[in-house]
């Protein structure tokens, strides 16, 4: 649970005082509000996802969490502990794959889970069984002896999360777990995060990419300039967008887009690359008018689909306005 | 084990974070022992200084023994320290490390064991080679030396942490620190001669250190009749003041390091 968090940071030394002095009272337009008052609680076993663009307070809000940062103002409770005054019980139950973390690359990727079982305090003997568990589950197994420096982008971001899932982890924070991974490594990734979280897991990730987060999360919270302005389930949010119909239609001859802009119920005709996506008022009229129309130029369709409202074109239309859903 | 993390005791806690510190002190020494900067300081260092100090002048083999001990100690115990913390900022390990179950002392208690421990390797082979050659000529006091050794390595370790409080991610940029504050020291120290006890000398810890090894070594004390107890004692309040003066300032600083 998350109650009232407030982080705070000072501006960088030479831009602190600037021309005003150190007892200004304009100096305290210069601390930067990373996150400013948010509430939100996730509910155990769920995948919650944290959205938002660059620089929204994503970031520092999981590092709030997992007790990188101390909150300026607010509260910070994790399995009913505030997170910062126990900080090491908590972290003792958490498994964290940050955002920027890189692995040891002097060590190889089994002595990367050697040292991190370790330092978490796990038997020998236990760490030996859960690490070939999880190199094995990962695809990383065969690769486990060679210097972690000679992975790939995307067998660091396994190697990671076996880092973090080593220690059998009640909450599991991913900051943006699949970001420029390719695809064979984020599918790994995707299904075993919703693996674990049918396990009992609960999962906290922030993501950019709104296929992860609609994929994959239970409810969802964007985050703009360090303010909660959704939270809902991503189906929820996709609502927003209601009004937002469309069909994609493409035919097997040219057609004159002039005369379908013209239709009652047709609001407007973009040319997509193999066809038309026509923007309308109302899915079923305009699929009766279109074809009356196409029937009448002898025209045959080979192709046609209705657009569903997207979470990104949500999210978008989210940040834009600075819509609030309760 | 984390079920019961919940209902430790303080002394429970504490010895549970003091094994945990051994394992940063394994992982420091493996990755950091052949690092260039380590390299530069700990081994580079003291053998350029050595022919420096010691070429063309006539130096009593006390004075030669007691003086390459200190600066290979001084040098070699503070050469991990300072880029630990930079280094994994650099290599973006920092932030993993930290949401581990640890503190902050906790890491860097492991990276003092670390550099004290790569001090005292590297300082046995000057006081193994003064054995093996000069004992026949010296009276050499094991005990007194080896505990003047393993008290000066400890408190040049806590000193080494103080050096990579700068929230930098260039390790280059705390060498350059590192050199400003390390070469002073060894400087103002009376190394290679006898202690004259001058002011500028009472500020080094290396005088403590360099007595030590000249009494282990037959000399007498520079501080009278009591001189090892006051060295033992000075170079503790030393090594206790460098260390919670870390303690504070990388406490101070440790956020900075994750903004942006």
Known sequence: MVKNLVKHFDPPKRAKYGKLGPNSPQNTMDIIRAVDDINFEVKEGEIFGFLGPNGAGKTTTIRMMTGVLRPTKGEIKLLGLNAWKNQIAVKQVTGNVPEMANVYFSFSGWENLMFIGEIYGISKKERIIRAEMLLKKFDLYEKRTLKAKKYSKGMKQRLLLCMALITNPKILFLDEPTSGLDVQSAKIIKQLIREYNEQGMTIFLTTHDMEVANELCDRIAIINHGKIISLDTPKNIRKITQDYQAIDLYFTDRLDTGELKNLNTIREVQEAQEGLHIIVDDIHESICEIIDYIKSHNIKIKHLSTHQPKLEEAFLKIIERGVKIE | ?260
């Open chain 2, 1 to 260: 084990m984390s079920d019961d993390i919940f209902n430790q005791t303080k002394l429970k806690a504490f010895f549970i974070q003091l094994k945990r510190s051994f394992v940063i002190t394994k992982k420091d020494l493996k990755i950091y022992y052949n690092k260039p900067p380590v390299l530069i300081q700990g081994i580079l260092f003291p053998i350029i200084l050595f022919i420096a100090l010691t070429l063309g002048r006539t130096v009593q083999p006390i004075y030669l023994i007691s003086g390459l001990m200190a600066m290979i100690t001084f040098l070699t115990s503070t050469s991990i320290g300072p880029i630990v913390f930079p280094w994994e900022t650099m290599r973006r390990t920092f932030e993993r490390l930290v949401t581990c179950p640890i503190s902050i002392k906790t890491i860097l208690v492991g990276s003092i064991w670390s550099t004290f421990i790569y001090g005292i390797i590297f300082s046995s082979i000057p006081l193994i080679i003064g054995i093996i050659f000069l004992s026949t000529e010296l009276t050499i006091n094991i005990i007194i030396i080896i505990a003047g050794m393993v008290i000066a390595g400890l408190a040049f370790a806590c000193f080494s942490l103080i050096l990579s409080v700068p929230s930098t991610d260039t390790p280059g940029n705390t060498m350059v620190f590192t050199i400003l504050i390390k070469f002073p020291l060894i400087f103002m120290s009376p190394l290679f001669m006898p202690i004259i006890l001058s002011p500028i000398a009472f500020i080094s810890p290396l005088t403590y250190y360099i007595d030590i090894v000249n009494v282990s070594l037959g000399n007498t004390s520079a501080f009278g009749p009591l001189g090892v107890l006051f060295d033992i004692g000075i170079l503790i309040a030393f090594g206790f003041g460098f260390l919670f003066l870390a303690f504070f300032l990388h406490g101070k600083t440790l956020e900075r390091r994750f903004r942006g």
